[in-house]
């Protein structure tokens, strides 16, 4: 779409997307979804998105996990990419057989701009001045809970029992 093409021009640059682009893609997506259960990861960042979504939902839970800025750093400048697929490695959790090479085509692998540690850095310190208030805004209506850690293993349990004392299981409709 027109605004999806222009999320990415600034992804690529490394840049988060601006306000008014995320927020229109979002509220787009979320408006087909009124009436179902959903999760975001990553949206809001910025009081203004948390007021556009205010005014479609009612959140029940939002999550913050406080992971240390180098560890963070150190992961996303790990990732690579197979653009004609979009298999994505990362050198210390997925890493391809052959370094720099996609595992199905031999082709070489990218690391895109927005994954370079300049650009992750950049990035990083900028969501964090603008997430401030956000953070702030639902720790103020009580729907915050946040987790700190550098292990994925360690974190998860605490968030899978948040999750299970929150929220009621959705049967399938198989189960009926």
């Known amino acids: 779409t027109e605004v999806g093409d222009l999320a990415k021009q600034h992804i690529e ?98 690391q895109q701009e927005d994954d370079k540690p300049e650009a992750v850095a950049a990035r990083l310190r900028q969501y964090k001045d603008v997430a401030k208030p956000v953070i702030e805004l639902y720790r103020s209506r009580g729907v915050l809970h946040q987790f700190s850690g550098t292990e994925t293993n360690k974190i998860w349990p605490y968030v899978y029992t948040l999750f299970s004392n929150k929220i009621t299981p959705i049967q399938s409709k198989e189960a009926y």
């Open 13 to 110: 640059k490394g840049l988060l997307v601006p306000d008014h682009v995320i927020t229109r893609l979002m509220m787009s997506e979320l408006e087909q979804r009124r009436g179902q259960h959903w999760l975001l990861d990553g949206f809001p960042r910025t009081l203004g998105q948390a007021e556009a979504l205010d005014k479609i939902c009612d959140l029940d839970l939002v999550v913050i996990l406080n992971i240390p800025f180098e560890t963070l750093k150190d992961r996303l400048s790990r990732r690579w990419i197979h653009p004609p697929s979009g298999r994505v490695y990362n050198l210390d959790f997925n890493p391809p057989h052959v370094q720099g090479l996609d595992d199905l085509t031999g082709e070489p692998l990218v």
